[in-house]
């Protein structure tokens, strides 16, 4: 008796898991009702420098915060600083880019990560290492770097790109990088367009290596977990390429039950126009 409750608890796990493996809803969610929709709370995606809340700023938003700030060097006003939001500091982090000071794409908010960088380039240059920008610290970061392109200042992942598999070099391609969480559309080694992706989590994980895109379809609902799929690219088994409404609200904070999830809607509506069922997906760290 023992050994068949054994059993019976083994193979309903197993069935489980390989449901959730298909159905790709957002981990940490309750199956919905038919017709519900999933929500919640914003975070900023792992690794980046956003604002609380997910916020982006607005074109042209100018600094407040630092008008409270401590003086930065000498009883000069610091003219960028922690909790700033602002175009002129996306154009800062775009240069502490240039210089290998911060890693992730710029945001405009003056958040941690900025502060660490601005504070790592005052003190390898002889200023008062206090984290915040005063004109002295301004003036030396643009006579370090260059202008920023608009590339530069809004790239199209806030994670860099891998180096493409072997696999990804020919052909038209889904080069997926579970190392640096990117997707690259490839069309005979060149990149088209980039974005961030997620994954799924260690029980329910994607799968790795070499696939065919088998079906598309544009609007989409899990059928265990009945949350929208829009963009939907299948690829292995029930695993796809999607849009994920829980990655563009929570980002790295959650996870996938097995498909690739992209929070960028419009960068990927562009590729599913592209892409064609039969084209490569090469899945790999």
Known sequence: MYRQKVMIRTLALAASV???????????SAPAAPGSSASAPAASPSGSDNKPGGSSPAPGASASASAGQPSAQGGAKPIMANGDES????????????????????????GSKTTAAVKTFQSNNGLPATGAVDEATWQKVQSLSKAPTEEELRPP????????????????????????RTLAWMIDGKVVSSMDVRFGSENT???????????????????????SMPYSMFFSQ???VHFSQDFANRGYSGASHGCVNVRDMARLSAMFEQVQVGDKVVVYW
């Open 18 to 28: 390989a449901l959730a493996a298909t159905a790709c809803g957002p981990q940490g």
């Open 87 to 110: 175009d002129q500091i996306r154009d800062l982090q775009a240069r502490l880019r240039q210089l290998n000071l911060v890693s992730v794409a710029p945001t405009g908010f003056y």
């Open 157 to 180: 992942t806030s994670n860099e790109l891998a180096a493409p598999d072997p696999r990804c070099m020919e052909g038209r391609v889904m080069c997926i990088s579970k190392e640096s």
């Open 205 to 227: 994980p994607t799968r790795e290596g070499l696939f065919k895109v088998d079906r598309k379809e544009r609007k989409w609902t899990s059928t265990l977990y009945h949350t």
């Open 238 to 240: 029930g695993q796809a």
